[in-house]
């Protein structure tokens, strides 16, 4: 198995621009969760979603962020505006969730975006 | 709400020391509990879980925990680090199904 992809590794952008980050989470996995990591920060978490449909989006910062999953083997996370401190590492990640057992996420290697 | 509290931020140790780290969750009820690790400038992995069952829990890389539910712990501990295992470790707390709650990290660096 690829383990979680995602897409771009880096990005480096504008203040400004929109800036959309991928994700592909494991084959069969139905629970998909963005983290946000910075040094002031931490980890954080900004969304998770169960079979697509997005559960809890409380972490999202602002309404310049937004998160979709339009089917099982896709996400994105979108910022538009994108704004400096915007700046972090982005992690997707993903787990196989059933009422019975509760599984370990997995993580991607996540995308490092740079807000000029 | 729930949190999850990593009382070291940092901690330097010397190569072949033990290591405990520290973690306090302040649910109540069911919980299932992780370690992950993050090496420098790679994403998180899975150190070791609880779920149910023996509360010491041996993961990889010799590190074990142990789930001490009377104190709300569940401590990270490896006899003997390795410069190797210079990163930074999360303890997170997942409650029934859906997002796991983790704490701020603790960065250990070894010596060699």
């Known amino acids: 198995d690829a383990g979680v992809i995602q897409s771009p590794r880096h990005e480096v952008t504008e203040m400004g621009q929109e800036v959309t980050l991928r994700c592909k989470p494991i084959s069969g996995h139905n629970s998909l969760f963005w983290y946000r990591q910075t040094m002031m920060r931490g980890l954080e978490l900004l969304i998770y979603?169960?079979?697509?449909?997005?559960?809890?989006d409380s972490g999202m910062p602002e309404d310049r962020f937004s998160a979709k999953m339009p089917n099982a083997s896709f996400s994105t996370l979108k910022i538009q505006p994108s704004e400096p401190r915007d700046s972090a590492v982005y992690f997707c990640?993903?787990?196989?969730?059933?009422?019975?057992?509760?599984?370990?996420?997995?993580f991607g290697p996540g995308t490092r975006l740079t807000v000029l | 709400a729930q949190s999850v509290s990593q009382h070291n931020h940092h901690v330097i140790l010397s190569e072949a020391a033990s290591l405990e780290l520290g973690c306090n969750y302040s649910?109540?009820?069911?919980?299932?509990l992780f370690w992950y690790v993050q090496y420098p400038g790679q994403h998180l992995q899975l150190l070791l879980k609880y779920f149910s069952g023996d509360p010491l829990v041996k993961g990889i890389k010799g590190f074990e925990a142990e789930f001490i539910k009377s104190k709300f712990s569940f401590n990270l501990r490896k006899p003997s680090v390795q410069w190797s295992d210079t990163a930074e470790y999360f303890c997170?707390?997942?409650?029934?199904?859906?997002?796991?709650?983790f704490g701020d990290g603790t960065t250990l660096t070894v010596k060699p």
């Open positions: 649910y109540g009820g069911t919980v299932n």
């Open positions: 979603f169960n079979n697509n449909v997005p559960i809890d």
């Open positions: 997170a707390v997942r409650r029934g199904a859906g997002k796991s709650t």
């Open positions: 990640a993903s787990s196989l969730w059933a009422t019975s057992s509760y599984n370990e996420q997995f």
